[in-house]
């Protein structure tokens, strides 16, 4: 009888756990917005993002996930050298890193383009090792009327198939509140 107990018990957890991790394949956790006196935005709900001045600061929680990605949410009154013109620029220049070993490298530049996203222009960049050696980096910046926006998401390059879309999809929640 305890056999039979066991086996149930068991094969009930097994299913539990496969309905379970099928349903958080294909149904996405939903999304929470934050936001600053400038604008709001959006991360999935796993993610904790801290408020620091006009920007927050965006990771996973739970586990090892926290090495894996972290996302940077910012918006300032528009500057001299804040331009989609000097952005472009600014993107289009590989920057330099220094790896754990003190040896120095040059990010690799992936793309730069212009997109437009929520009837918005902003310029879009992509490097590698831009910001931290072995993470991709998204960049995601704009100007509307007075402010100057940017996002920055960096993920570790083994996990690209894993957050490579979230970038967009964080530009795309974005609604600005100036």
């Known amino acids: 009888m305890i056999r039979g107990f066991s086996i149930g018990f ?3 957890a097994v299913v ?3 309905v379970y991790g ?9 999304w929470k ?14 993610w904790n993002c801290k408020l620091d001045g006009t920007e ?5 929680q739970g586990g090892n996930r926290r090495k ?6 910012a918006a300032k009154v528009v500057g001299p050298f804040d331009t989609l013109e000097h952005y472009e620029t600014h993107l289009n220049t590989p920057r330099d890193g220094v790896r754990s070993d003190k040896s120095k490298y040059k990010s690799e530049i992936i793309d730069v383009s212009r997109r437009r996203i929520n009837d918005r222009l902003w310029v879009v960049g992509k490097h590698r090792g831009s910001e931290i050696p072995s993470y991709e980096t998204h960049y995601f910046a704009t100007i509307f009327k007075d402010l100057a926006i940017l996002i920055t998401f960096s993920f570790h390059e083994d996990r690209a198939s894993r957050y490579e879309d979230m970038g967009g ?3 795309e929640s974005i609604e600005i509140v100036w």
């Not at 099928?22 to 939903?30: R, S």
């Not at 917005?33 to 796993?46: K, M």
């Open 10 to 12: 068991l094969i009930t």
């Open 16 to 18: 539990f756990w496969s």
């Open 22 to 30: 099928v349903v958080n394949i294909l149904v996405p956790l939903p």
């Open 33 to 46: 917005r934050v936001s600053t006196s400038y604008f709001s935005v959006s991360f999935p709900s796993d």
């Open 56 to 60: 927050y600061v965006c990771d996973q």
């Open 68 to 73: 894996e990605a972290i996302a940077v949410a």
């Open 169 to 171: 999809r964080v530009a």
